[in-house]
């Protein structure tokens, strides 16, 4: 691919500048590497290469329609796919798993700094998963709770608990189509035991594992992490905060947190107002410390504590070419393998804190949940330390930053449309019956080097709420609007139709929500079903007037999003394809027959042009409207004499 101009690759000012600076200092980027990398190799992106033995690896080609042990391009596509779930999955439930431990460790006396931040969270969740709590301590309630979510990894039969939180038929059609699954850990490592040389080779069964393992993300590792999480650090209320990298700041020691681990952060953000760290920082010439942060962990202590989000996905390696940020500290997931090169090139100290995500040139920092408190002041004593290294001649902060209102978790959806003291989700499915808002999309996931970088987000966000859809966001979507200012209650006045600003207008609230990280996308799959639970809007997910999208994703996690969306009954639209393409059995599977077969009563679309998704998305809403029958007129009909005797008949 040649090389691309910068206004070919991003749409933000702030980003833009940055890739200006970065090419006037020779510092290269995930833009720069794409380009470099040219057009990817058509058999990885079809979805037909195998590398699953070592007789291989075996491509398929008009020629050789077989690998050597016989596998067609059904089952390798389908395989491959699978093994993309099960990653995404695992890394999802894996970060879930961590925050049960620190659950229980907090039960039992040995969390060190950590409490239980939300008693209320903890005995709603107690009694949604069955745990007796009435009578009781929290910490014995949250022991309990713990012991189950563990189980739930490591279940060896029937069905995860946490499936009973979804609405009757839909348990029903998991049920029936075999689709629920057992423990996490278990549905992972099937999934790759079925994928080896030799197991499984029928492409409708290996999908069919997909959704498994898809569900048991979503519904029990995403879900479990997003509930432990606010159980622990408390449940997210909307709060207000800045987007961009206009968030760093001159003067101030600027420290990122990246990943996706909020326990170490939600410490640090406690170690940041340390008065005697503040004089620290002023002792090496600085004014302060500014914590912001990068990906999900931002979407974490945004939503929680009003943190700034210095930029999403492919904004990482852009806040460290500021020449700005003395420390970034990254742990698990999206945090590029480039960052201490790009590093090199400033002052920036890279640390990492978990021991599964070491980066050569990062400083391996141990952090003991034990001693949270007192680790966390140890690194931001580095990071103080590293101030007087920057060099500001290199120093170049884009100006640009978005207000933003963040932390639309269900419970607080609940308080703000139903109010306090009766919590409901009335007053949303009234306004979808009677048509002012017309239905809601949920937009997630990453962004894609390989594409112009927010553009599918944002045009797409903005024809939708013009429509009067209501939008739920999460991720690096989340953060691309936020850039781009629609996540406040003016962008309603400004940019939503008439009836979706009404609605936003009487309850104070902005046109498009942001729901939290990736896993929160779990807080989807329950702001549906309580949308089901409410009444008036049909009895599954599949009923509701929704759709997911995934604009410009590129994480295995999105893939794993992707299927436990549609196994739920909610149609996912995808701006880039799966790497399917080599087969057109395992194509017409996901975007055709899981629907029509009724597998999961939803199916995926791939959509690469937004125009087009913006008419698939209001066609689908309109015929889930018609289908529930509200987009009748409900006027009264008189009836003449000949529709009387109709009726006799
Ligand atoms: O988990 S949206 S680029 S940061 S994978 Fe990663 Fe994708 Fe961002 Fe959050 Ni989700
Ligand atoms: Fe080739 Fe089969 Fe081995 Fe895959 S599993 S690499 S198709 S021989």
Redesign the pocket.
Known sequence: MAERQPAEIAVDQASLAMLAKAATEGVSHAFARADAQGKSCPFGSDGVCCRVCHMGPCRITKKATRGICGADADTIAARNLLREVAAGAAAHSDHGRHLVHLLKAVAEGQGGDFTLRDETRLREAARAWDVAEQGRGPLEVAKDLAQLFEQEFTRQEGPLATLKLAPLPRQAVWKRQGLAPSGIDRSIVEALHRTNIGVDHDYRDLLRTALRVGLADGWGGSMIATTVSDILFGTPQPIRGMANLGVLEERKVNVLVHG?EPALTEMLVAATRDPELTAAAKAVGAEGINLAGI??TANEVLMRHGVPVAG??LQQELAIITGAVEMMITDV??CMASLPEVAKCYHTLVVTTSPMARNIGAEAVEFDDRRALECSRAILRKAIANFPRRDPRKVSIPRQKAALVAGFSNETIFNILGGTFRRSFRPLNDAVITGRVRGVAGIV???NARGKVDEYHLTLTRELIKRNILVLQT???AVACAKAGLLTPEAALELAGPSLREVCEAVGIPPVLHMG??VDNSRLLLALTYIVQEGGLGNDLSEVPAIGVAPE???E??VAIGHYFVASGVDVILGRPFHTAGSEAVTRFLCEELLTQGVTGARFHYISDVQQAVETIVAHIESKREALGINRKAGRKLFDMKDRRGLEV
């Open positions: 996706h990906c999900c999403n996905f997931q999206c996931g990453c962004n991720g690096c979507a990280s990736c994703w590129m994480s996690k999105a």
